[in-house]
T-cell receptor, first 113, second 113 residues
Framework: GENVEQHPSTLSVQEGDSAVIKCTYSDSASNYFPWYKQELGKRPQLIIDIRSNVGEKKDQRIAVTLNKTAKHFSLHITETQPEDSAVYFCAAIDSGGYQKVTFGTGTKLQVIP | ETGVTQTPRHLVMGMTNKKSLKCEQHLGHNAMYWYKQSAKKPLELMFVYNFKEQTENNSVPSRFSPECPNSSHLFLHLHTLQPEDSALYLC????????????FGPGTRLTVL
């Protein structure tokens, strides 16, 4: 089955600095890679996603890169703000025949003002 | 309330009880999901429904029984649970099964005594 590893598990950055979270996956059939943000006591919410036919996607301060050959994808947050503090989850999804969803273990990001 | 709603928000039950969790989505989506979120573990996909038909059961014990009477409602029936089943149970929905953003409900915090 799919295995998703997410690193680091915790990350502290100064406000204004960049943050990078990395995930690796094992199943080459995975074709959809969303990133979710979960603030304390709240529900997960999608912040950005990328499909396997794209190598990079950007939305304002957030970007995601995908390397299918190496089977890894990364979340990049620039100019971090205190409100970026949350737990971030990556996921690798096979929306084809096997319909599998595998989440990473999460990264707790703390942005220090 | 808009989006995805879940009731109850908190539930405490004994191992011999029978209870049900309810999820309702007001987004016109055709796919719905149950997830289990335990501390320090990845989100675990439990069940997937697409147009009311169950398409995935990720080796979930039979003490968890899903029901999807229509595309807007999803239930999780619980009976003879174990203390290790204590977790946050999240419902989600999406427009197309697994290949688009999933919208999560607020979750039901379940404690099994």
């Amino acid at each position: 089955g799919e295995n998703v590893e997410q690193h680091p598990s915790t990350l502290s950055v100064q406000e204004g600095d960049s943050a990078v979270i990395k995930c690796t996956y094992s199943d080459s059939a995975s074709n959809y890679f969303p990133w979710y943000k979960q603030e304390l006591g709240k529900r997960p919410q999608l912040i950005i996603d990328i499909r396997s036919n794209v190598g990079e996607k950007k939305d304002q301060r957030i970007a995601v890169t995908l390397n299918k050959t190496a089977k890894h994808f990364s979340l990049h947050i620039t100019e971090t703000q205190p409100e970026d503090s949350a737990v971030y989850f990556c996921a690798a999804i096979d929306s084809g025949g096997y319909q599998k969803v595998t989440f990473g273990t999460g990264t707790k990001l703390q942005v220090i003002p | 309330e808009t989006g995805v709603t879940q009731t109850p928000r908190h539930l405490v039950m004994g191992m011999t009880n029978k209870k049900s969790l309810k999820c309702e989505q007001h987004l016109g989506h055709n796919a719905m999901y149950w997830y289990k979120q335990s501390a320090k573990k990845p989100l675990e996909l439990m069940f997937v429904y697409n147009f009311k038909e169950q398409t995935e059961n990720n080796s979930v014990p039979s003490r968890f029984s899903p029901e999807c009477p229509n595309s807007s409602h999803l239930f999780l029936h619980l009976h003879t649970l174990q203390p290790e089943d204590s977790a946050l149970y999240l419902c989600a929905s999406s427009q197309e099964q697994l290949y688009n953003e999933q919208f999560f409900g607020p979750g039901t915090r379940l404690t099994v005594l």
